[in-house]
C-alpha cells in the first residue's frame, strides 16, 4: 500500500513546526512513533479467502479475532441460515457449534463521509488517515488511537482537539507539541506531563500556566528560546540518524 502524499506532506510540515526541521519518510519513523500507542491488529479472515483484515485493539475485539471476515464475505454470508431442523434443536448447550458457521462478523465501521482512509478498521467523518484506530472528525494523521477532532497528528494515543503534535497522550487541547501527556490547552511544549495552559515549556511537571518555562521554573524569553534551539536540534538530529528517541514521556523522568 502506498502512503498517502498528503499525510505525508503533513508529516513533515508538523516536524517542521514542532521540531524546526522536516523529517522525510513517514513510515521509517513507524515504530518511534507506535510506542505506547494503542495499534490497529490484524488477523486472516475466517471464510475461505483467508483475506486479511485490520480490527480495534480493545479486548472484546481480541477475543473474537478468529470469527472475523471482511466486509464482502460478511455480507455474503449473511444470505446463509440455519436450516428448520436446526433450529429446532437449537438450545444453549449447543449454541455454539450449531451457529459456529454463521456466527461470524466483519469487526469494521465506516460512518460519514470518510475519503482516503486506510489501514483502519473504525473511523468516522475523518480523511487522509493512515494506520489507526478510531478516527473521528480526524485529518492527516497517522498512526494514531483516537484522534478526535484533530489535525496533523502523528503516534498520538487520545489526542482531542488538537494540532500539529507529536506522540502526545490523553490530552486536549495541544498544539505544536512532542512528548506531553494528559495536559489540557498547551501549546509549544516538550516532554511534559500533568500541565495546563501551559506555553512554550520544556520538562514541566504538575503546574498550571507557566511561560517559557524549563523544569516547571519560568526563564526569561530569551534564555528559554535558545536553550529550546539546542535541544530541538539534538532531537531532530538524533531522529534523522536513528529514527528513534529513547527519551519519552514515559521515562524521561526515571531513574536510570
Not at 513517514?26 to 485490520?54: N, P
Request: aromatic content about 10%; charged content about 25%; proline content about 2%.
Amino acid at each position: 500500500m502506498v502512503m498517502d502524499p498528503d499525510v505525508e506532506a503533513a508529516f513533515r510540515l508538523t516536524c517542521r513546526l514542532v521540531l524546526g526541521r522536516e523529517l522525510k519518510g513517514l513510515e521509517g519513523y513507524r515504530s518511534w512513533l507506535c510506542a505506547g500507542v494503542r495499534q490497529s491488529k490484524s488477523t486472516r479472515s475466517a471464510g475461505e479467502s483467508g483475506a486479511m483484515l485490520h480490527y480495534s485493539p480493545l479486548q472484546s475485539f481480541e477475543k473474537s479475532a478468529s470469527r472475523m471476515l471482511p466486509l464482502d464475505e460478511a455480507l455474503s454470508l449473511g444470505r446463509s441460515s440455519l436450516g428448520t431442523e436446526e433450529v429446532a434443536r437449537l438450545d444453549v448447550a449447543h449454541a455454539a457449534s450449531m451457529l459456529s458457521k454463521i456466527s461470524l462478523y466483519h469487526p469494521g465501521a465506516a460512518l460519514g463521509e470518510n475519503f482516503a482512509v486506510e489501514k483502519c478498521s473504525l473511523y468516522y467523518a475523518s480523511q487522509h488517515c493512515y494506520d489507526g484506530e478510531y478516527y473521528s472528525l480526524a485529518k492527516y494523521c497517522a498512526y494514531c488511537f483516537w484522534p478526535r477532532e484533530s489535525e496533523s497528528v502523528f503516534g498520538c494515543d487520545m489526542a482531542f482537539s488538537s494540532k500539529s503534535c507529536l506522540r502526545c497522550f490523553h490530552s486536549v487541547g495541544l498544539t505544536r507539541c512532542l512528548e506531553v501527556g494528559q495536559s489540557a490547552d498547551c501549546s509549544d511544549c516538550l516532554f511534559c506531563h500533568n500541565v495546563e495552559g501551559c506555553t512554550e515549556c520544556m520538562f514541566c511537571f504538575n503546574v498550571k500556566a507557566k511561560r517559557y518555562a524549563i523544569g516547571n521554573i519560568e526563564y526569561p524569553k530569551d534564555e528559554y528560546l535558545r536553550v529550546k534551539k539546542l535541544v530541538l536540534a539534538e532531537i531532530a538530529s538524533k531522529l534523522e540518524k536513528d529514527k528513534k528517541l529513547d527519551l519519552s514521556i514515559f521515562n524521561v523522568g526515571a531513574k536510570r
